[in-house]
């Protein structure tokens, strides 16, 4: 990157470093930082919207929808996350080629499964073997939020559907007394109330989505524990202008500083939010603001 | 005139067709000299370029991927690329899921690598899983311990974790050679495997015949030799 890094045998110790961080591999990881971070931006409010269509599911007075609500969180809760990522990604992919096959293919008559294979025609490959490789890395992405979103969805869910109840009755059927119907009660009561009960638990599970970006090493992203590993692992100079032994505990504590920092950053905005939507409400922290206050 | 527009026409097509599908190459991208990650970030490697070249040659678009060792099979056949080029050798059980094409790279031995001349080979062995040496391993009645990547092989025996490694000797050769004397060959090496091929899915024969003669015709012309020279040394074996 620098113009002295041309030669970085007759560097002394700075530049050489400073050589060594721009090198392209490190560009490549600390761009990996802003996926692991679009991953967080985009998966959050995707999983929360799930754990919202869940919980309303798990709630619902149509037996078939109520089911359905209460089984997808009874599953996904119960399946562990690394087995999910490893069958479940797959599956879904296959399944999306299936569906496209089965439609844009009628005429292909050989089979999908041969062996180990799993052969669709090339028009309903997803994404297409013709496409650009940020095609398919932003499929694999995709991907990854869509299992992110599903699994962290049914942990949300539970939490809601416990937020949903735990508005307190009494007001509820004071929205009633006005004439409303259940609908508008749920909008105008339950929904704006239930936050401040369901912030406990969505915290954690940001705190724990966090953590389990990792996962997206499995699913073929190269994060940053993937790339902390590929810089980590000791070069010869034969293969790289810049050899050093193994780094990788560096790189890790690396990470390490970078995911409590994160989370650290993480717990002040949550408490801040519960500060904010403690106001006014009928629970202990809310009286004690008020107390507080008068 | 109308038959002539038509046989163009469909000319045309096919041949647009054929130009627009890309070889999705597989790697690793961790096991140098035969394919690593640079400083720039990119692919390199003995079989990087040796791929660029059948590609060329086959008139083939051709883009590399990068994927795990541990699932680089898996990937292969549920079709998330078309080939795999990563220091691979044909054995009979790869075989059994996978197709090869003929080897680009002859049959070469492994290899014993350890802190000191006598490390007990019988002892703990690191090796990367899924590797014919992690196989050889087990059956030879040492201590296996498996590992994802070659790189943390090698930091195990460094760190005193395993007794010694056993690897490809042409990937061993440069880490002992620039380790300073740290590290030093245990024994005589022992030839496994039938050389390294290229891998593809059973189904796609038309893809396998197209590389099966690119390397004949690089094998007939010298310069696959040249480029196993140019990247593992004089002494590497090459093609007679």
Known sequence: MFSFCTDPDTLGTLPWLACYLTTGVHLNFYAAFGTVLILLAVTAPTALAFGFGGAMAARSRVAPLRWFGQGYIAIVRGVPDIAFFLFFVIALDQGFEYLRHVTLCPDWDQPIRQGADFLVCPEAKLPLGSAPQWAHEGYGFALAVLTFAIVFGAFAANVLYGAMRAVPRAQVETGEAYGMTSRQTFRRIVVPQMWVYALPGLGNLWMVLIKATPLLFLLGVEDIVYWARELGAAKTPRFTAYPHPDWRMWYFLALLIFYLAFTRVSEIVIARLSDRLSRGQATAAGEAMRRAGA | ?240
């Open chain 2, 1 to 240: 005139m109308k038959l002539i527009l038509a046989t163009t026409v469909l000319a045309l097509t096919a041949s647009a067709a054929f130009a627009q599908q890309t070889v999705r190459m597989g790697t690793e991208g961790a096991y140098a000299p035969y394919n690593f990650i640079n400083d720039a970030g990119e692919v390199d490697g003995f079989e990087i370029e040796l791929g660029n070249e059948l590609c060329s040659r086959a008139g083939l678009t051709c883009e590399w991927v990068t994927n795990e060792w541990d699932s680089i099979i898996p990937n292969l056949t549920s079709g998330n690329y078309d080939t795999i080029m990563a220091g691979m050798s044909i054995t009979d059980e790869r075989d059994e899921v996978i197709d090869f094409t003929q080897n680009y790279f002859p049959p070469a031995d492994s290899a014993y690598v350890a802190l000191s001349e006598d490390a007990d080979i019988t002892g703990v062995i690191a090796a990367q899983t899924n590797t014919i040496q992690a196989g050889h391993v087990a059956e030879s009645g040492a201590t296996l311990l498996e590992y994802a990547t070659y790189d943390e092989t090698i930091a195990a025996v460094r760190n005193g974790e395993a007794d010694a490694v056993f690897a490809d000797r042409d990937a061993l050769v440069p880490t002992v050679e620039e380790s300073g004397g740290e590290l030093v060959f245990v024994g005589e090496g022992v030839p496994l495997g039938g050389g390294i091929g290229m891998g593809l899915r059973e189904s796609d024969d038309e893809l396998q015949e197209t590389f099966n003669a690119q390397v004949t015709a690089m094998k007939e012309d010298g310069t696959l030799n040249e480029l196993i020279v140019k990247w593992f040394g004089e002494e590497a074996a090459t093609f007679e």
